[in-house]
């Protein structure tokens, strides 16, 4: 096999878990040369994997056909002459782009009846037999049914300093003292957020121990309000919700002395980044979407109605993660940051 095309997944932590699979192949196919076709929001993350060449943009929308933009980009596609395709995402519209291109080899999980789409399926396994994320886009290395190796590489990205100087300059981040990364947001929904007064009481408590430390919210323009509800209660954190790029972000968390986040995208960035990090689970499970890195505490109450994969709390408390303590994170959070004095 010489090149290969990875169908990559419409989001930024599920696009990390899979980052294995493509160390495996390289592994497996020493000249192999893997491109890779992912949405515009999860892009800059591949582009940062030292196993994929070219990374294809796209403008296509979450959950939208688009038929006629999927054949352009097929189209574009075909003459690349790819070997082999991976379709990550489980939908059948993920599986059209390699059909319409004629790649030989189109591999995937069965998903939504892809049975003329994927000429190599695996089959998808029970919900209460998943394995975790990476194991399951890794088995894709290997034929249907075979077993997976234990010893797959953890998740990594590549990081530039001069990058993370840069987008430092930009916001006025003096890169002579801590920085510490607060992220508040979870695209999922709010059963997955530590709530804001949480962030706020830990801000201070970092601010009281560590006052020269920086400390900064980053997120989408959605998590722009739970920032600034943080910031509105504690002054020493500074809302850049929203006014990053996705790429700039993981250019600051690559200078980060701690982060502190939800189960969400940039948690796994923090990991892949290898930075100290503390992740905080509520309605989701760390067994099966870890932060794999081994700087990375997770903080999880795992009561007994978690977790529940809701996205809004069914019970309306929000338990899991309310009596979360910020003392309880700061336990972590204070050992991250002596350690990087």
């Avoid at 892949?272 to 997770?298: C, M, Q």
Wanted: glycine content about 6%; charged content about 20%.
């Amino acid at each position: 096999m010489r090149r290969a095309l990875v169908i990559a997944p419409n989001w930024i932590g599920d696009a990390l878990m899979a980052q294995p699979l493509f160390s495996r192949l390289v592994k497996l196919h020493p000249r192999i040369q893997i491109d890779a076709l992912a949405p515009t929001w999860v892009a800059p993350v591949l582009e940062r994997m030292p196993e994929i060449r070219d990374v294809y943009a796209t403008d296509l929308g979450h959950g939208k056909l688009q038929l006629l933009r999927r054949w352009q980009l097929a189209g574009d596609l075909r003459a690349e002459r790819y070997d082999a395709a991976y379709v990550l995402p489980n939908s059948l519209k993920s599986a059209l782009i390699p059909w319409l291109a004629n790649v030989p080899l189109r591999i995937g999980y069965t998903g939504e009846n892809r049975y003329g789409m994927l000429n190599v399926r695996h089959a998808n396994p029970p919900k209460d037999e998943r394995p975790p994320m990476v194991r399951h886009y890794a088995a894709l290395a290997y034929a249907p049914g075979a077993t997976v190796p234990d010893d797959l590489p953890m998740p990594r990205l590549e990081s530039d300093p001069n990058e993370a100087a840069r987008v430092s300059a930009r916001f006025n981040l003096d890169t002579r003292v801590p920085l510490l990364v607060f992220c508040p947001g979870a695209e999922y929904g709010p059963a997955k957020r530590w709530p804001p007064e949480h962030f706020a009481a830990l801000a201070k408590m970092v601010g009281q121990s560590f006052p020269y430390t920086q400390i900064v919210a980053l997120g989408s323009p959605k998590d722009a309000p739970l920032a600034q509800a943080i910031a509105d209660r504690a002054p020493n954190v500074r809302n850049l919700c929203g006014q990053t790029a996705l790429g700039e972000a993981c250019a600051l968390i690559s200078r980060a002395n701690a982060v502190v986040t939800n189960d969400s995208g940039l948690m796994h960035v923090a990991a892949a980044l290898r930075r100290p990090l503390v992740a905080l689970y509520g309605s989701t499970d760390p067994r099966h979407t870890p932060p794999l890195s081994e700087l990375a505490k997770v903080q999880w109450l795992h009561l007994e109605c978690s977790p529940c994969f809701a996205r809004e709390c069914p019970l309306g408390h929000l338990n899991c993660l309310r009596e979360l303590s910020p003392e309880q994170v700061f336990g972590d959070l204070r050992g991250m940051l002596l350690g990087q004095r």
